[in-house]
């Protein structure tokens, strides 16, 4: 299923620096730039809300901008979000222009469909190696995710990249002989048995403490000879 299209209002940013920023931070504003196809770099501000409110349509979104005619109807991609370490929040974001009528590569997440077989009868672990597909396709035909079937997966079995089955249009650019998941037995961690005790011997305890009486026992042995005259 292809992502849903959406819209963001923009508006061109005057004035660059830091108190610029930090001011249109302040008033709930994100600083942005537009690059890209048919473009030349842009600078722009969104909304805070609006874009939390696309950056929720997931990575892959394909967005129109609206709000000024320099950038009016403007399909574009959101290339890369900058947060603040420490509250998260948005602080910087670059939007990239896309032409609909020319392939793009991108990362497509994959969702994990159904419970192995090795998980539910045999006790064993789904371990995915791949999240996301390298794949080309038009703009309009961005899949919102790429279903991996792995119900039928035994322990020992693997899917690699060459099983997936993807939409029309879309074409993989990750090689085919990766593996994107795998079920495998529980790595159990390995507990030593305590060692048995041969029968009659004594304990590790009694042994230390049979040790010094041992050594006692010989030096008054050795005292009770017969002493010189």
């Excluded at 990239?96 to 497509?108: G, H, Q, T, W």
């Excluded at 469909?113 to 999240?131: S, Y």
Aim: with cysteine; proline share 6%; hydrophobic share 45%.
């Amino acid at each position: 299923m292809a992502i849903e299209r959406l819209e963001l209002q923009v508006s061109l940013r005057d004035g660059r620096g830091k108190s610029v920023t930090r001011k249109l931070r302040a008033l709930g504003q994100v600083p942005a730039v537009i690059y890209g196809s048919g473009i030349s770099p842009t600078s722009i501000t969104v909304e805070s809300l609006a874009l939390a409110r696309v950056l929720r349509g997931g990575a892959n979104a394909l967005v129109d901008l609206t709000g000024d005619k320099a950038v009016e109807g403007k399909p574009v991609l959101v290339k890369e979000i900058q947060r603040d370490p420490l509250s998260r929040r948005v602080v910087h974001c670059d939007l990239y222009a896309v032409n609909l009528k020319a392939r793009i590569d991108l990362e497509i997440p994959l969702h994990f469909v159904g419970i192995p077989r090795g998980v539910a009868l045999d006790g064993g672990v789904l371990e995915p190696l791949l999240r996301t597909l390298e794949v080309s396709c038009m703009p309009l035909s961005i899949p919102e995710s790429i279903d991996v079937d792995v119900s039928n997966l035994g322990i020992g079995d693997a899917i690699h990249v060459r099983d997936l089955i993807l939409p029309a249009d879309v074409v993989c650019k990750t090689e085919a002989d990766v593996t994107v998941t795998h079920v495998v037995t529980p790595r159990l961690e390995e507990v030593a048995a305590p060692v048995a005790a041969v029968e009659g011997a004594p304990a590790e305890g009694d042994a230390a403490a049979a040790a010094p009486a041992a050594g006692a026992a010989k030096a008054e042995g050795g005292s009770g000879g017969k002493s010189k005259e």
